[in-house]
């Protein structure tokens, strides 16, 4: 079958599919969703081990070949996983809601153009559901380092901080161009994301994206600088917030953790 490009389709080789399938240590009665099986490279070893298996792929001709199989475990969606709601979908899909009772298990061989999108949806539902256990995903190498990137370095940035909100993150393979058909221009990395309440105190998690956003806009400035847009828009002082946070109006945003940045979403909250 002819590769589309518009998909983003990079199909893995045999040999690191099982490398990856093997790192996933799966367990029959695990639920999988599976972002972007493509030609079911992933998908047919995997049916075969777990019980519950859901792939969402965008090709419908490549849905189509999967749904052909007729696998007792699986079942296809054809559609863009950025317009399901994952929530609603496995609630249909096993009859059981998507939540700390019945939790849900992730891999994806993820188009690499909109590969951050779709990791801010897993941690938009792992967070409002609780119910996703790990999300085991292939992304291109650099939005991998970004995801475990240390405090002070050019890749640490908003998807480093959202991401280690809600997820503990292990790299697991680092991949070749050559591990893929066609291959692309890039190197590529399997990462886990083992999903967690919150790391830290978060009064209004709405505010805390709006001021990691804002402020890493502006990383080379001073936060007292990088942070007045949020603070002024809701009749603050960024520089009294910040003394009030007891962190430095002078350092750039690049130095803050988590930790830091809990405690200014709770000043200009007012809720600590």
Known sequence: MKVRKRFGQHFLEAAWVHKLVAALQARPDDRFVEIGPGRGAITSPLAQQV???LAIEVDRDLAAQLRAWEAPSLSVIAGDV???DLAAVVASWQGAPLDAQHPVR???NLPYNISSPILFQLLEVAAR???LT???LMLQKEVADRLAAPVGTGEYGVLTLQTGLHADVTRLLTLPPGAFRPAPK???AVVRLAFHPPRVPLPDPRLFSRVVRTVFQQRRKMLSNALQPVAEALGQSAAAVLTAADVDPRRRPETLTLTDLSRIVA???GRP
């Open 186 to 188: 890039v190197s590529s």
């Open 267 to 269: 000043e200009l909250s």
């Open 134 to 136: 790990d999300a085991t």
């Open 106 to 108: 992730v891999v994806g």
């Open 51 to 53: 019980t519950h298996l």
């Open 129 to 131: 559901t609780q119910g």
């Open 82 to 84: 950025l317009e399901v």
